[in-house]
């Protein structure tokens, strides 16, 4: 198993511009979500989705989409880059909302 | 307002300690984690607990309920212990994560 993937690695964008991060599990898992990580915080939950067709915001959902059309995928949006969504970017996923959960290796976005 | 917070911030300690790592929260739980990010980026489930203790190699997470608390405990510290270790409570479904401590071990 891949478990959990996330392109790109490491992304520039001009203020502006939009794109998706990309997010993909084969663990068959039904919850997957979205987190942020910035210097001197904690992550913070973006968004997320307890199965397919299903999603939720968490506590910073401004200024991004997701959708989750199949079980393996989870892709995050940003419609509109803003220097304030520079961070790194963490999927997740776990079979079940209560359980433990396995991250992906992260992309790292900075918006110009 | 953090709803985790973790002590300390910094840890530097030399290989072979004993190192605890405490972790403290103010909302009712369904379940604390313990989480490992290493200096690389990638993060990692150590623990899942909601209740008593769990030992899984020199690794030992303990959590008080009605104390509102959980501890990390490394035995025999190694440098390759050396990253950032994250408490995340689980309140209303979705997990709060503390801000991490950094644990430098130091041959």
């Known amino acids: 198993n891949a478990g959990v993937t996330q392109t790109p690695k490491f992304q520039v964008l001009k203020t502006g511009q939009s794109m998706t991060l990309q997010c993909a599990q084969d663990?068959?898992?039904?919850?997957m979500s979205w987190y942020r990580q910035d210097p001197g915080m904690g992550l913070r939950l973006i968004h997320y989705s307890v199965g397919a067709g299903i999603t939720d915001q968490g506590e910073v959902p401004n200024g991004y989409n997701v959708s989750r059309s199949t079980t393996e995928d989870f892709p995050l949006r940003l419609l509109s880059a803003a220097p304030s969504q520079t961070s790194v970017y963490f999927c997740a996923s776990s079979i079940d909302r209560g359980l433990e959960q396995y991250f992906g290796p992260g992309t790292r976005l900075t918006v110009t | 307002k953090n709803e985790v917070e973790q002590s300390p911030q910094n840890l530097t300690a030399q290989e072979g300690e004993f190192i605890t790592i405490n972790c403290s929260y103010s909302?009712?739980?369904?379940?604390l984690h313990w989480l490992q990010q290493h200096p690389g980026g990638g993060i990692v489930s150590l623990f899942m607990?909601?209740?008593g203790k769990k030992k899984h190699g020199r690794l030992i997470a303990t959590i008080n309920i009605q104390e509102k608390h959980s501890s990390l405990h490394i035995t025999a510290s190694h440098p390759r212990d050396s990253a950032v270790y994250i408490c995340?409570?689980?309140?209303?479904?979705?997990?709060?994560f503390g801000k991490g401590t950094k644990l430098s071990v130091k041959p």
């Open positions: 607990l909601s209740s």
């Open positions: 995340a409570v689980r309140y209303a479904g979705n997990l709060i």
């Open positions: 663990m068959n898992h039904e919850y």
């Open positions: 909302v009712g739980i369904s379940a």
